[in-house]
């Protein structure tokens, strides 16, 4: 079955600590995104790529690097920069940057849980 | 510019009651809208979508949305409520002007036996 794998579920991290959350989709997706999900704020964007080698800051990039080597691959770190990480981190994709494609939704992974210790 | 509203942080229902979350946009070109709907501690999964095509749209599990442009609103709603119902449910817009969409901030959908 194709969808998207976040990876771990749950992470905790020490103050002045990077950590990698992993990111990997089999769908053939262009595009991939990252969102910070806060009780009663919805989803705010981190980060997103269009295709494999680019990618742009989205509305909260601060304190936070991506990186876009494969297509199938998003990898979000969160760095010692980033004074309040603690949150629920949601990867998606979609088909492709070309909004007629992207009117067939956004596939999500289950999501990680970052907690700081 | 595009931008969404959700009208209700939390509503509350009986089972068997009906349903109704209410969601209003704001798009500089004609919009897709979605529906996605977050269990405790999983990722959203699509209810609906409406993308220029009839008004009226049908999703997943009962649920179903009308487009009013008029009204610019995209209201979920749903007969008669399940226990398994009960989750945060998310509106999305995505105008003519943008590739990323926009997200509301949430409706807790509360069901009660």
């Known amino acids: 079955d194709g969808g998207i794998t976040q990876s771990p579920k749950y992470l905790f991290r020490k103050e002045g600590q990077n950590v990698t959350l992993s990111c990997e989709q089999n769908l053939n997706h262009d595009a991939m995104y990252w969102y910070r999900q806060d009780p009663g704020q919805g989803l705010r964007l981190i980060y997103y790529?269009?295709?494999?080698?680019?990618?742009q800051k989205g509305d909260i990039a601060e304190g936070y690097s991506v990186s876009r080597e494969k297509k199938e691959s998003f990898p979000l770190t969160v760095t010692s920069a980033q004074k309040n990480p603690t949150a629920f981190y949601l990867c998606?994709?979609?088909?492709?940057?070309?909004?007629?494609?992207?009117?067939?939704?956004?596939?999500f992974g289950s999501g990680t849980r970052l907690t700081v210790v | 510019a595009q931008s969404v509203t959700q009208l209700d942080s939390h509503v509350s229902v009986s089972e068997g009651t009906p349903v109704l979350l209410r969601c209003n946009y704001s798009s500089s070109y004609s919009p897709s809208l979605f529906w996605y709907v977050q269990h405790p501690n999983k990722g959203l999964q699509l209810l609906l979508k409406?993308?220029?095509?009839?008004?009226l749209v049908k999703g997943i599990n009962g649920f179903e949305a009308e487009f009013k442009k008029s009204e610019t609103s995209f209201h979920l709603t749903k007969p008669s409520a399940h226990m398994s119902d009960a989750a945060e449910y998310f509106c999305?817009?995505?105008?003519?002007?943008?590739?990323?969409?926009?997200f509301g901030r949430g409706t807790s959908l509360i069901v009660h036996p």
């Open positions: 790529s269009q295709i494999v080698n680019d990618f």
């Open positions: 999305v817009v995505l105008s003519g002007g943008s590739y990323i969409p926009t």
């Open positions: 998606a994709s979609s088909i492709g940057p070309d909004r007629l494609r992207n009117i067939y939704g956004y596939t």
């Open positions: 409406y993308t220029s095509a009839a008004t």
